[in-house]
């Protein structure tokens, strides 16, 4: 039980096919509105890049000032994105994994249509000016709600999937999705009740907003790319997990300390709030090692598979960064280095290596293994997941480099700023064309597949019709 | 670990515990938190903001200005000194103690210590120690308070945002207590702002000065704040050059001057950066209410549990400089 594996217990099983087609409705859905989003994100980001090195572009335009158009394009990426392909990716791994059909997919189809409908009306409202304020909250109080109302609905189908399971064992891979899926529920209300609804005064609202978004980065992101990691790693190698003792070990470290990161040194608020979170984010280093050596012990040796394909390619670089994001967490957490580099663009850089880097690549990896299974038909190009790649790291690699020399270089000197100089802020903007080339490169692969599976349904249903059969079930669903 | 329940069961109670520890613990701690007494004075910290301040919060919201502008100054530390401020009038009695101080004992042979501490007295306050811990100024003192000699103790905050003249304290919870939300901030691409109410002029980014007449006049002084503020916002780039701080010209109006007619006493004063003949800029409510957020932002008033140096109180004949930069006023 150390590795997914596709044998079945007993009874009754379903075939893969059977799988695929009871989720592919729900997860399909949720899957194409986070490339939407992705596209989103990207053009808003694209903006919001450029601005910062001239500043006059767009300025007469209230709705898309500097301001407005960054929160828009990170709540796009988070909310749109990030958090929505989550959802679709261990909707799939659940019904995989637990060998178990889909819970109320109709429920789930209008779950994410809500979601979505929640985050339209946030980025509309950020860039209309109703911005609550709360970095990675900033959904207005008249589309938060509708958000929580729509993961109650995915989650509790979530874990009915997952109770309903066939392989009575749990694979690390589940453990990390109950976790994230549990979790994200209670920060998500916490910050909803306190920010929104009964607003707690002063700088307490900056430590809810401060817990949540630890939490949110540290209990429910980077769950979901373990999650992807830990199935993706043992099926493509076609090993067993390294070590189970070892994964259970991270696991539960992970539990225990990652929910009291997020304050940060320096911060108006009383000195232990800070000591536990520094504390707890070094820690953090713990759960990150475990996972990462258990992972790459199961690869080694065969890391050649890597080539030519872009699921393994692109778990790779999401673990290479997230070793990278939570050394550099651990590190530059502490009061010392703190200080020099708590203002400066060292933040946006974790930030932007942990969705961009980590979660993103991970989730990438999940969906080119998940969406030719849902689609029943194979990536048809080649080229673009190279593209898709390539930008991705080297758009990556760029961005971090231009954000966090000159951030390293400006902490040993002064207390402000976090300018940049032209050559490097045109860097940062190269950086972030390239990874919307392969963000495009890649949404626009995901159409083209889809493309490619109605038009099989077609010719499968003319095939149908011609010899008068009964319909497939795979098929007609 | 094959027990679903299990699992779901350790996770919530790590939840429970960060969020009673964090969520619950900062509310049990700072919740009910209230203004209280500056130093030195009977004035209450902070007041709530007057109705346009509070407004221009929202506008500042609105446009996420706290995206590239922290409001939040740091200390990582305090340190204490002692003075003498008044030898009295047995000076030869005050000498002889004084001469004890490490920085006579220290002097190079052939120095006359007496000679020495003597000029020193001539120049008030007298630095007995500095950078020291309380315990070791207190000591420092001891000496002179047993002939009767006033003293008084002094600090200094530390930090490199202090020293970076950001503020003369750092920010503590009290602060943001009237701020809903609070923007402490994350990122400085453009300077802090949580003393930019008081920043002297010539301390902006985009610096500038106050004319003549409104160095010793608050509300002229006022009157200049708000148009630097305006004209920032209208133009940045104006004051500043390089800046990466977009303009808002949607704050400001346009509009056509009847003929003959002088322009509107609201209207931005642009120099060369005028619009054509014939129109003038005019402010809106939300770029006035802005400024006035702007103006009320200041952490640095004395509490207890950050306080502001003052200069020390020195003998009558030189009161003219002592008792009022004591305590900033609100």
Not at chain 2, 81 to 104: E, K, R
Request: charged share 10%.
């Amino acid at each position: 039980m150390t590795a997914p594996a596709d044998n079945t217990s007993a009874a009754p099983a379903l075939t893969n096919a059977e799988l695929d087609a009871s989720c592919r409705c729900p997860v399909a859905c949720l899957l194409f509105s986070a490339a939407l989003w992705l596209v989103v994100a990207t053009v808003l980001g694209l903006i919001a890049a450029w601005q910062l090195q001239s500043p006059g572009f767009l300025a007469g335009c209230e709705w898309l000032t500097h301001g407005r158009v960054k929160p828009a394009a990170s709540n796009a990426l988070l909310y749109g994105f990030l958090l929505q392909a989550s959802f679709g990716v261990a909707l799939w791994l659940l019904c995989r994994l637990g060998r178990a059909a889909l819970s109320g997919p109709l429920t789930l189809l209008i779950a994410s249509k809500l979601w979505n409908l929640g985050v339209a009306l946030g980025v509309c409202g950020i860039l209309l000016g109703d911005n609550s304020g709360h970095p990675w909250f900033e959904m207005p109080r008249y589309a938060a709600p509708l958000l929580l109302v729509a993961y109650l609905l995915i989650g509790v189908h979530a874990l009915l999937t997952l109770h309903a399971r066939r392989e009575r064992g749990l694979f690390a891979s589940q453990w990390y999705l109950l976790l994230a899926l549990v979790w994200f529920p209670w920060i998500y209300s916490t910050a909803l009740w306190l920010l929104h609804v009964h607003p707690v005064r002063g700088i307490t609202q900056s430590v809810v907003g401060w817990w949540f978004t630890g939490n949110l980065q540290f209990l429910v992101l980077v769950p979901f790319a373990l999650a992807c990691a830990h199935y993706l790693v043992p099926k493509l190698t076609e090993r067993p997990l390294h070590s189970r003792d070892l994964s259970v070990f991270g696991f539960w470290t992970l539990v225990l300390l990652g929910g009291w990161c997020g304050i940060p040194a320096g911060a108006p608020v009383p000195a232990w709030f800070i000591t536990v979170s520094i504390a707890a984010t070094a820690l953090t280093l713990v759960p990150a090692l475990a996972a990462l050596g258990n992972l790459f012990m199961t690869w080694k040796g065969r890391f050649g598979l890597v080539r030519n394909n872009p699921v393994l390619a692109f778990t790779l670089i999401g673990l290479v960064f997230f070793l990278g994001w939570s050394v550099r967490a651990a590190l530059t957490g502490f009061r010392g280095p703190a200080e020099g580099l708590r203002f400066s663009n060292l933040g946006a850089a974790q930030e932007q290596l942990l969705i961009i880097g980590v979660v993103s690549s991970l989730l990438f990896a999940a969906i080119y293994e998940l969406a030719p299974r849902l689609a029943s038909h194979a990536w048809p190009c080649v080229g673009l997941p190279r593209v898709h790649f390539w930008g991705t790291l080297a758009g990556t690699v760029l961005i971090q480099l231009s954000l966090v020399v000159p951030a390293m270089q400006a902490a040993k000197g002064s207390a402000v700023g976090g300018v940049l100089a032209l050559p490097v802020s045109m860097a940062t903007m190269a950086g972030v064309a390239l990874v919307a080339v392969a963000n495009l490169a890649f949404v626009a692969h995901c159409f083209w597949l889809l493309g490619c599976h109605l038009r099989l349904r077609k010719c499968k249903e003319g095939l149908v019709a011609l010899l008068n059969a009964p319909a497939d079930a795979e098929v007609a669903s | 670990m094959t027990r679903g329940p299990l699992i779901f069961l350790g996770v919530l109670f790590s939840l429970a515990c960060s969020w009673a520890a964090l969520i619950f613990g900062s509310q049990l701690q700072l919740g009910a938190l209230e203004p209280a007494a500056i130093l030195n004075s009977s004035e209450l910290y902070p007041a709530p903001r007057p109705g346009l301040a509070q407004q221009g919060a929202e506008v500042y919201r609105a446009n996420g200005c706290f995206y590239c502008h922290s409001q939040q100054v740091r200390q990582n530390g305090i340190t204490f000194g002692a003075v003498l401020t008044d030898p009295g009038t047995n000076t030869a009695l005050v000498i002889d103690v004084l001469v004890n101080q490490p920085q006579f004992t220290d002097l190079a042979r052939g120095h006359n210590k007496r000679v020495h501490a003597n000029d020193a007295l001539a120049k008030l306050p007298v630095v007995l120690v500095e950078n020291t811990s309380a315990a070791l100024a207190n000591q420092a003192m001891k000496p002179f308070t047993d002939i009767e000699v006033k003293t008084e103790l002094t600090f200094k905050n530390l930090g490199a945002d202090i020293a970076a003249g950001l503020g003369p304290r750092g920010s503590v919870a009290r602060d943001y207590l009237f701020d809903n939300p609070p923007m402490p901030g994350s990122l400085r691409l453009g300077p802090d702002l949580a003393n930019v109410g008081s920043r002297a002029p010539e301390k902006f980014t985009a610096m500038w000065s106050f004319t003549a007449a409104a160095r010793t006049n608050e509300v002229l002084q006022a009157a200049e704040r708000e148009r630097f503020h305006l004209a920032h916002l209208y133009n940045p780039a104006a004051g500043a050059k390089g800046s990466t701080m977009p303009a808002y010209p949607f704050l400001f109006e346009k509009r056509q001057l009847k003929p003959g007619a002088k322009p509107s006493s609201d209207a931005l004063l642009l120099g060369k950066d005028a619009p054509a003949d014939g129109l003038e800029v005019i402010p809106t409510s939300q770029a006035r209410a802005l400024a006035a957020y702007l103006m009320s932002l200041r952490h640095d008033a004395s509490l207890v549990e950050r306080a502001v140096p003052r200069p020390p109180r020195l003998p009558a004949p030189s009161t003219n400089a002592a008792p009022s930069a004591a305590v900033p006023k609100q």
